[in-house]
Nanobody, 123 residues
Framework: QVQLVESGGGLVQPGGSLRLSCAAS?????????????MSWYRQAPGQERELVAL????????NYADSVKGRFTISRDNAKNTVYLQMNSLKPEDTGVYYC???????????WGQGTQVTVSS
């Protein structure tokens, strides 16, 4: 059973930084296994749909970002720790929302989701 647990959210002032972590269990981040998955961060603001923020492929570690976060957010992974990170810098009030970790199998197209972590950017 794959489980994803996010952490690192909180309240931060505009211009500040946070690092989110997503720890995966029930899955080994070996190269062979991870090449069949894509890991992503999504966020959902109140009253809005969930949107993709950033993704990293299991094969090659290629990344992609939403235009709204390019140059400010960085997604990375540590296979030894079975963890994916989202470094968020120069935070803006519009970055406020619940951030969810997602693991998608490229073979089955099944999505695993974490429980979410709240990020609030406010002065």
């Amino acid at each position: 059973q794959v489980q994803l647990v996010e952490s690192g959210g909180g309240l931060v002032q505009p211009g500040g930084s946070l690092r989110l972590s997503c720890a995966a269990s029930g899955l080994t981040f070996s190269s062979a296994v991870m090449s069949t998955y894509v890991m992503s961060w999504y966020r959902q603001a109140p009253g809005q749909e969930r949107e993709l923020v950033a993704l990293i492929t299991g094969a090659g570690g290629r990344t992609n970002y939403a235009d709204s976060v390019k140059g400010r957010f960085t997604i990375s992974r540590d296979n030894a720790k079975n963890t994916v990170y989202l470094q968020m810098n120069s935070l803006k009030p519009e970055d406020t929302g619940v951030y969810y970790c997602n693991l998608r199998s490229l073979i089955t197209r099944y999505d695993y989701w974490g429980q979410g972590t709240q990020v609030t950017v406010s002065s």
